[in-house]
């Protein structure tokens, strides 16, 4: 009959799911640590909580699997990582991919009523492991859509819940399948996106991006031998330099992680292999700068925070994004007028508004500024843009950078071109902290910045920012807008290094 073959396959899923097949985990601490090194540089945190994971299991033998979300840009390492935990402790490693996905029967499953039902990816994922404890990574989970067919986020509320997923009920199977042995291990580029309630049941590890040295060092002890093994060129063959392998940091690719950087250093392993399967090769061909130049042709980045703030009105900002920080130019003009102020450059409300408190303050302060409390706006218009005008922005963290463009536009003295900063303004001229510190820092270390301008509420994150950074880069944290005018602007008038001078007085008092 029509239904025996429903029957059958439904019976097939039944019999062939591990339903006590438990593969036994590695307790060996030393063994866990050492594994995750070889295959991952840096990550400390996840490296950390995977090691006190395993030193609970090691302790109490039932300790339900922990539910990790790995947050960060593209190309740090995320979803490579699960594989790595995976070996490390030895279970079988599972990968399903949510982006896109919008469909709520995609994670539970199809009642068996309907023609072609089948589980879910879960238990699809479970059998194809074998065993009932696999790490399973959840990749992209920021992506996951939602529309008319239910949201696929609210289905994952009891998969990724300690408390409930020991009764985890598939549509299609109706029957309840122990998930609480599973390691869970999310990835997503940013956290906005997720719900909060799916938000609450994960245990959020932030993964930044890398500085430039911890790029070498990636790419002299992974990325340089994989792209020599996979072109046919061992190292007796090839060689790369380091001074060939930074100028492709830091003149052929701009990112947070390491995915260009791979590819850009397989395009010169490419162009030696043409030449020894050509036969024009040395017998050991040396990759230094002038051979990547000729290689990967043009220079794709130059620093450009030199040119674009020499001139009165423009101010180097720092910016966080879905790929890592950025520095961001906020660029102020003045023409005659009759008070406007014109916004460009896609910005959010908040980020209007931002602009808009900058200016009351800039107001407040005209007299110690050296303007004319009176009439300095009367006859002209001002016009702030933020490129680049394709990209939308938002966000309260470019106020400080919004005043100092203004009073620099306002007494025509330029900001020093070595200086970035980053806070939040009220209209009593504080600064407040922001988010993303470090990879701000970061995205200032990668462009050059000699100079950084913190809130003083975000010295506690400095603990997280790299040595490296903290070495190469000078950091001054304010509490006042009237401190930043002082670090900020080349040769500050007497009025703007008083008020400094008074604002650091109150804030040490």
């Excluded at 998969?159 to 997923?165: A, G, M, Y």
């Excluded at 995915?259 to 292999?273: D, H, K, P, Q």
Aim: charged share 30%; proline share 5%.
């Amino acid at each position: 009959s029509a239904e025996y073959t429903v029957t059958r396959t439904y019976l097939e899923w039944l019999v062939e799911l591990p339903w006590s097949i438990s593969t036994e985990d590695h307790i060996e601490l030393a063994e866990v640590r050492r594994c995750l090194d070889e295959d991952h540089y840096d990550l400390d945190k996840v490296k950390k909580r995977i090691v006190e994971y395993m030193a609970v299991r090691k302790l109490k033998d039932d300790k339900k699997g922990p539910i990790l979300c790995l947050v960060g840009p593209p190309g740090v390492g995320k979803t490579s990582l699960g594989r790595s935990v995976a070996r490390a402790i030895g279970r079988k490693f599972v990968r399903i991919s949510l982006g896109g996905v919008r469909d709520e029967a995609e994670i539970r499953g199809h009642r068996r009523t309907y023609v072609g039902s089948l589980p879910g990816r879960i238990v699809q994922g479970i059998k194809k492991a074998g065993t009932n404890n696999p790490v399973f990574v959840l990749d992209e989970i920021d992506k996951l859509g939602h529309d008319f067919r239910g949201d696929p986020a609210s289905a994952l509320l009891e998969v990724l819940d300690p408390e409930q997923n020991s009764t985890f009920s598939d549509h299609y199977l109706e029957v309840t399948f122990d998930l609480s042995k599973v390691m869970f291990i999310a990835t997503a580029n940013q956290l906005d996106p997720i719900p909060w309630a799916l938000r609450d049941r994960l245990e959020i590890i932030e993964l930044p991006g890398y500085t430039r040295q911890e790029k070498k060092m990636i790419a002299r002890a992974f990325l340089v031998p994989k792209q020599l093994e996979e072109h046919g060129l061992g190292h007796d063959k090839c060689e790369i330099t380091d001074d060939a392998v930074f100028e492709v940091i830091d003149s052929y690719t701009r990112e947070a992680g390491v995915r260009n950087l791979e590819r850009e250093i397989g395009s010169t392993c490419r162009a030696v292999a043409v030449k020894v399967a050509e036969g024009n090769a040395k017998e050991h061909e040396v990759i230094g700068v002038d051979e990547v130049r000729e290689y990967l042709g043009p220079t794709k980045y130059v620093s450009e925070v030199a040119d674009r703030t020499s001139e009165p009105g423009v101010a180097t900002g720092l910016a966080w994004t879905a790929v890592g920080g950025d520095i961001l130019f906020i660029e102020a003009t003045k023409m005659p007028g009759k008070g406007k102020l014109t916004l460009t450059g896609q910005l959010g409300d908040v980020m209007k508004e931002s602009v808009t408190a900058a200016l009351s303050f800039v107001r407040s302060r005209a007299a110690a500024l050296g303007l004319d409390p009176g009439n300095f706006l009367e006859n002209v218009d001002l016009h702030v843009h933020v490129p680049a005008g394709s990209v939308p922005k938002d966000g309260p963290s470019a106020g400080v950078t919004m005043y100092t463009a203004l009073v620099s536009l306002l007494t025509g003295h330029p900001v020093r071109p070595d200086v970035a900063m980053t806070g939040e303004i009220t209209l009593r001229g504080n600064v407040l902290q922001i988010g993303g510190l470090k990879e701000k820092l970061l995205a200032a270390h990668r462009a050059g910045i000699k100079r950084v301008i913190i809130p003083e509420r975000n010295v506690k994150d400095l603990i997280d920012v790299p040595d490296e950074v903290k070495k190469e880069i000078e950091i001054h944290s304010v509490k006042r807008m009237d401190e930043v005018l002082a670090l900020a602007l080349t040769d500050p008038p007497q009025g703007i290094k008083d008020l400094a001078a008074q604002a650091a007085a109150e804030a040490n008092a």
